[in-house]
């Protein structure tokens, strides 16, 4: 490790796989919701029990894209970070806020914990992945100013690289739209319309911009292919992204009363989006194929490589699988809208945070060449269970969507089921996934399980090719 203070970013690890844990359980509970609706009720409802497992999954991502930019900035703007103490104070501010807010979902009815935190003052609650009272907003919106001003203090003292550039460029952009949070008409086409400019400008938009960079990172430390290389890819990666995501969010707009035009430029730009993602798969392979050196953290090399073919299928494959006007008219909102969140979100967005994190904390632990060979080896099994589990639930999803538009929404009317009579035709499919979901969960159990072996039977040491 360069600077000791790339060492705050290990509570923001830690902390991202505690909620990651705490994501999955309450995941695991949903699969059983959806076999039997009284399972967990009266005590965690199934909307409770959504609303908690998908605030989850924003916030432990957000712990960890901010823990590995505290960790890769310093490191590439060559200077100790602007100030590890708002650091520090940012993290125990987020993780409280989140708590509260995850505990006021369980413990408080929802409408209740909006009267509590004076919602009435600045209506924002009610939305799907915003549900979050207005003064946790208000909190999220001064954690991330504070984080993106120390990173982009750090950057401006240090070393300006390609890479530092698109990550702050991507924290930026997280940060500004979020914002949109906060604007709630009450016309519902013009709230779906600026709901989407959070949703997914974040995740199709901003957030590849930080996937990419985080990559990015891992793969020069791991491969020592040439600086200049892998920035050239990562400008082709970033630009196509950028091109495709943002006029491709009209993939959300076919249905919900903006213009007609909508339907064209949002199948057009949209079936462009999966040309990035294999882009970052050939990209990934390439710098590990031309590696200069043979790193001893190969299950780092794994991440990597694994991040961007993952990413790939759930994001470009399943996303093009629907995202075509005519095609989306029957899938929307179906169970093929699920299998394709799922692969998507687990494939760039948590694997490149585990990625990053399984080459940064050995060093933060005195491990520079990574953990011993024994335990990448369980890290190893980790990463396969979890991959397999997730392309596993993805194809159940993916058969029950399809059964689902053949039962409700192809049928003329007279001939459909019901949603809930069509429910009840998916519950094998929900079985399976169930049990993918179990298997995810010893995936992510084995993940944590690798970090506390700690012995080196046989000394690790970095091969130059």
């Known amino acids: 490790m360069k600077f000791e203070s790339q060492l705050v970013a290990k509570p923001y690890f830690i902390f991202a796989l505690i909620l990651f844990a705490g994501q999955i359980l309450f995941g695991l509970l949903m699969g059983m919701q959806y076999i039997n609706g009284d399972v967990g009720f009266p005590y965690i409802p199934f909307n409770v029990a959504r609303m908690v497992h998908t605030n989850l999954l924003i916030v432990w991502l957000l712990f960890g894209f901010m823990g590995a930019s505290y960790y890769l900035v310093p490191e590439e703007a060559e200077t100790e970070l602007y100030s590890p103490l708002l650091a520090k104070i940012t993290f125990w501010v987020f993780a409280v806020a989140g708590v509260a807010t995850i505990l006021g979902y369980l413990l408080v009815p929802y409408a209740e914990l909006a009267k509590l935190t004076h919602n009435e003052l600045l209506p924002t609650m009610g939305r799907e992945f915003l549900e979050q009272p207005t003064i946790t907003k208000i909190g999220i919106v001064i954690v991330c100013l504070a984080f993106v001003f120390n990173v982009g203090m750090t950057i401006l003292k240090g070393r300006k690289t390609v890479i530092n550039m698109v990550l702050i460029t991507g924290l930026i952009g997280l940060a500004v739209f979020f914002l949109f949070s906060f604007y709630n008409p009450e016309n519902l086409v013009l709230d779906k319309f600026f709901w989407w400019f959070v949703i997914h400008l974040w995740v199709e938009g901003v957030w590849e911009l930080i996937m990419g960079a985080l990559l990015a990172f891992v793969l020069i430390k791991v491969t020592g292919v040439d600086r200049e290389h892998i920035e050239k890819w990562l400008y082709v990666i970033i630009a196509m992204a950028l091109i ?222």
Request: charged fraction near 10%.
């Open 244 to 465: 495709s995501g943002l006029i491709g969010m009209g993939h959300h707009f076919f249905f919900i009363g903006p213009p007609e035009y909508w339907l064209w430029m949002g199948s057009i730009f949209s079936a462009l989006e999966p040309v990035p993602f294999f882009m970052m798969v050939l990209f990934a392979f390439k710098m590990v194929n031309e590696r200069r050196r043979e790193h001893a953290n190969k299950i780092a090399v794994t991440w990597a490589k694994g991040t961007a073919v993952m990413a790939f299928l759930g994001a470009g494959v399943w996303g093009f699988l629907h995202t075509l006007a005519p095609v989306n008219y029957y899938t929307h909102g179906s169970q093929l809208t699920a299998a394709h969140g799922h692969l998507a979100f687990f494939g760039a967005y948590a694997m490149v945070v585990m990625c990053v994190i399984s080459y940064a904390m050995p060093i933060m632990r005195g491990r520079p060449q990574g953990n011993c060979e024994k335990a990448q080896k369980v890290e190893a099994i980790s990463f396969w269970l979890m991959c397999i589990a997730m392309c596993s639930i993805t194809l159940a999803l993916t058969a029950a969507g399809a059964w689902q538009v053949a039962l409700q929404r192809i049928p003329d009317s007279g001939d459909a089921l019901s949603f809930m009579a069509t429910q009840d035709e998916l519950v094998s499919f929900y079985w399976a996934r169930l049990v993918f979901g179990v298997m995810f969960a010893l995936g992510l159990v084995a993940y944590f399980i690798s970090f506390f072996i700690s012995k080196y039977p046989e000394p690790i040491e970095a091969k130059v090719a």
